[in-house]
């Protein structure tokens, strides 16, 4: 177990750079996970620590060792590939025992270091079975014990559980949350999807184009993002944005018109405050539409999901990118017309420029 | 007849037209198998009805079946074939090419299979055109360069010829192969701790038994039946393939029948021994990566 740093760290593939400098702290213990959406670079992230792509520029430390040309094995790290990649010839216990068996370690050791971790995983009954004849959790979990018997210093998973069908992955998402209790490893978990962000990270890096766009908590994320792009990103369903003009600003508050919401003015409290005229995009997650809020307006419905415990429903207008949705609870129904009364507090509303997409706070 | 009646007759009847039509259907295609089956396997039908026929059988009836299997024929045809020295140097120089082939083809065919530059599309290419250059072309280059270097009539130099003819074809079988093994196994090797040539030597190399026994058999039958490059370059009589001696048996002025055809069948028995034996390896690798 250690500490990962990274020091603007840069990757290009001949003029083309894909990681832009990239700053980050995974302390040690942490189970950190890095989502974007595709080609936002997340993936070459994890294997420039890996090893498996030379790091162009920047500085790269695991445990205060400084690994940024060092060779994949000499890292102190194991990877778990979404591929699961177990050496198909090989039955588990081999795929297993190959790495300590190359590194030299002696068959005593390695027998004990492999049924310790077939006894984790609960592999005991295949452990002369091939990869072709598992399941595909089982091989998952090959592809974990092969990790944990190399004792690493840093777990790196590349999108692990997304060849499972649902109902494995939340299983597997669980089984992976409770190894990272008792390894007490830190490790490094590469997803897009942000409910495995969500629930398994104790640290979340969002990225977009090769940059990290805000790292921290995932709560933190939730709550109080830095951007239009990581507040649209974390949150399932996402935030509704809605476009609007600050049309005032009195006694530290602007108040805000939103067209879409029928002109409604919302008063925001910021400290930065924007200037009157400015365009501006406000964020209000779903379940942020409460009966009581002092805001009021009504949007036009046109479908409802029912969830069952929970239902959404979608409001379309002309010139929507996405449509507004709105978390319903209890027996909340639109009206005949199809148009639905909703209301909600100005405090849990969040400022964004419009123009660079960053933060108003 | 009621009309329910007359609705079941009517089903029954052309039910049984139904099954008239498949069963019509199945004969059919079978009879063109078999025809075809037939059609292929006329010369070696015919290669073993005259192996067993005596000189005045062959003179009166060539196209008729054998009164009696007369064994004489492959008694003259062993003793005088020197048959046991003959099929052990085709053994000895078709395994020796296979094993060369299979370990330079392989080891060559991983950079150019990973490696994405010129240099190797371009080796690639050369193998390609290895492939389709006709074999009558190399003959004059072959003979002159081994006579330069002292591998006429050796051991030795029949296999190395044989090696550099045969070496783009298992380049461009293992090539294609490779390229399709994810490289995510190498790269969880390199995890592993594993340096290039263990990689290669206990991840790549076990994954192309299918395609190595694939890869082998097409050798073994080019090699073992290949008459051109023994006859230019071997002369010693101690050193000649099955193939060779069975060619002794065609004159200059004639073809002694009782002793060509059954030394032409004992050649080939050990290749279809061979064959029998890597089937089930073969259309392994003949369908290999058809399925995930």
């Known amino acids: 177990m250690a500490e990962l740093a990274l020091k603007n760290a840069i990757k290009r593939y001949g003029a083309t750079q894909v990681v832009h400098g990239v700053d980050l702290q995974v302390d040690d213990g942490d189970f950190c996970v890095f989502v974007g959406p595709s080609g936002c670079g997340k993936s070459t992230l994890l294997r420039m620590i890996a090893g498996l792509e030379e790091t162009s520029d920047g500085r790269m430390t695991i445990g205060g060792r400084d690994v940024t040309h060092a060779d994949p094995a000499k890292r102190g790290v194991a990877m778990v590939f979404q591929t699961y990649a177990l050496y198909p010839h090989m039955t588990v216990r081999e795929n297993m025992s190959f790495g300590l068996k190359i590194g030299g370690t002696e068959k005593s ?207 379309s207008a002309e010139g929507d990118e996405h449509p507004v949705i709105v978390e319903l609870r209890g027996k909340t129904r639109p009206g005949e017309s199809g148009a639905l009364s909703v209301a909600f507090d100005p405090s849990s509303v969040l400022l964004f420029d419009s123009e660079t997409g960053q933060r108003i706070r | 007849m009621s009309l329910s009646e007359t609705a079941t007759a009517h089903s029954a009847t052309s039910l049984d037209w139904d099954l008239i039509r498949r069963r019509g259907k199945s004969v059919f295609a079978h009879g063109i198998v078999l025809g075809l089956v037939g059609v292929m396997l006329l010369p070696l039908i015919y290669m073993v009805m005259m192996s067993f026929k005596t000189s005045t059988e062959i003179a009166q009836d060539p196209l008729g079946l054998p009164n009696t299997l007369y064994w004489g024929n492959y008694m003259e045809a062993l003793a005088s074939m020197g048959y046991v020295r003959s099929v052990i140097n085709s053994m000895g120089i078709t395994v020796s090419v296979i094993l060369v082939v299979v370990f330079a083809g392989a080891m060559a065919a991983y950079p150019l299979a990973r490696l994405e530059n010129r240099i190797s599309r371009v080796i690639v290419m050369v193998m390609a055109l290895g492939l389709a250059t006709p074999n009558f072309v190399t003959i004059t280059p072959i003979y002159v360069i081994f006579r330069d270097l002292g591998l006429l009539d050796s051991y030795l130099g029949i296999v190395l010829a044989f090696a550099a003819l045969k070496l783009p074809l298992a380049v461009f079988f293992y090539t294609s192969f490779i390229a399709a093994i994810p490289i995510e196994l190498e790269e969880a090797a390199r995890l592993d701790n594993c340096n290039n040539w263990q990689v290669f030597w206990h991840v790549i190399r076990p994954l192309l038994a299918p395609v190595t026994a694939t890869l082998s058999l097409f050798v073994m039958i080019m090699v073992w039946n290949d008459f051109i490059y023994p006859l230019l370059l071997l002369t010693d009589k101690d050193k000649l393939t099955v193939m060779i001696a069975v060619y002794k048996f065609v004159g200059n002025t004639g073809i002694d029948p009782t002793k060509l055809f059954p030394a032409a069948v004992l050649g080939s028995i050990p290749l279809l021994i061979m064959f029998a034996v890597f089937q089930r390896k073969i259309m392994a690798g003949a369908t290999a990566g058809a399925v995930k």
């Open chain 1, 109 to 315: 050791e390695i027998k004990r270091k492999v049924d310790a971790a077939a006894q984790i995983l609960k592999l005991d009954d295949y452990m002369d079975r091939k990869p072709k004849a598992l399941s595909g959790g089982q091989r998952q979990r090959v592809a974990i014990g092969r990790a944990i018997v190399r004792q690493p210093d840093v777990f790196l998973f590349d999108e692990p559980l997304s060849n499972l069908d649902a109902e494995l992955r939340v299983e597997m998402r669980v089984e992976i949350a409770k190894l990272h209790k008792q390894l007490g490893a830190t490790m490094i978990y590469v997803t897009h999807d942000q409910v495995e962000a969500m629930t398994m990270a104790d640290k979340i890096v969002v990225l977009r184009d090769g940059r990290i766009e805000q790292a921290g908590v995932p709560v933190k994320l939730y709550e109080d993002p830095d951007n239009l792009f990581v507040a649209g990103f974390i949150g399932s369903p996402r935030m509704n944005f809605f476009a609007g003009t600050v049309a005032r600003v009195e006694a530290g508050i602007a108040h805000v018109t939103l067209p879409r919401l029928g002109g409604v003015e919302v008063p925001v409290s910021v400290s930065d405050l924007p200037a009157a005229g400015q365009a501006v995009k406000l964020g209000l997650r779903p379940e942020h539409f409460e009966p009581g809020g002092a805001i009021q307006t009504e949007l036009a419905i046109d479908v409802i999901e029912n969830l069952g415990g929970v239902s959404y429903a979608y409001s």
